[in-house]
DNA sequence: TTAATAACAGTAATCATTGCTAATATTGTG
DNA sequence: CACAATATTAGCAATGATTACTGTTATTAA
């Protein structure tokens, strides 16, 4: 698709992301590159990042918050934002909510190409408190 | 709830978004309503909108794009993203989708207060182009 | 080996949003 | 009505996330 050339940066970027299911924000992303790359800079982690999303290899999540997250998890799946510590976790549970675009396209004169879901509440280690 | 007092300018920007279906953002408003205030102040359009939505009486919306919008229609319901033109727009059609949040529920050891979600392709509008 | 060029680190700039402050407007009470 | 308490304002500075720029370095294909 483009002229990629490989990059260490860009390879611990992504094997980070793989290794990981906390979500991770470009500023986390960053703390975490850093204990390899000390030198790298928090734009090479954001166009790195962006990249990442563009080739597939990862997805960007909005989830609300100030700033977006990324997974490096690119199978089909949804997420669950707890309210009060304001993780995101996986919802692997789900197959597919595929079925609620047909709900939305009826009386609708457009093209209903997808959807974007997240779900909130309190998550299992939040509940105890 | 708060010990709000009165002022023409947040009134008129609830006028505002009562009156339309265009889900502005908060730089959108600014412009509007210095229509009627020409020395109405940005930082007191994002003082009186977040007001607003803790209120209840305005609903944030979040699409992914680089600023948030705003819509003055309370009632639950859905909205739709155009890709092309960026514009949003109401979806009355679907009833509910609560039930995703118990498909969610499954296998989770969390709690599920509620989803959020919004649809995305082309508007009627763009689709001849 | 070399030439073309993507990627880099470092830094400046941008954009949306919030915080601050002195002046003004609203509201309840005497 | 007058007044005191205080929420609201305009104007502007500051923040935080993200992107753009620039001169140097690394990767790649011939």
Redesign the pocket.
């Known amino acids: 698709m483009?002229?990629?050339?490989?990059?260490?940066?860009?390879e611990t970027i992504k094997e980070y992301l793989r290794s990981t299911t906390e979500h991770p924000?470009?500023?986390m992303v960053y703390d975490k590159v850093r204990e390899t790359?000390p030198?790298?800079?928090?734009?090479?982690?954001?166009?790195?990042?962006?990249?990442l999303v563009n080739e597939g290899e990862a997805i960007r999540i909005s989830c609300g918050d100030?700033?977006?997250r990324f997974d490096g998890n690119t199978s089909n799946h949804y997420h669950f934002m707890c309210t009060k510590c304001h993780r995101v976790s996986d919802l692997f549970n789900i197959e597919s909510l595929d079925h609620i675009n047909a709900l939305a396209a009826n009386n609708f004169n457009g093209v209903i190409e997808g959807h974007v879901a997240y779900f909130y509440g309190i998550c299992e280690e939040c509940k105890g408190k």
């Open positions: 483009a002229n990629l050339k490989y990059s260490k940066q860009r924000t470009a500023d790359f030198n790298i800079s928090l734009g090479t982690v954001y166009r790195n990042l962006n990249l100030s700033s977006e």
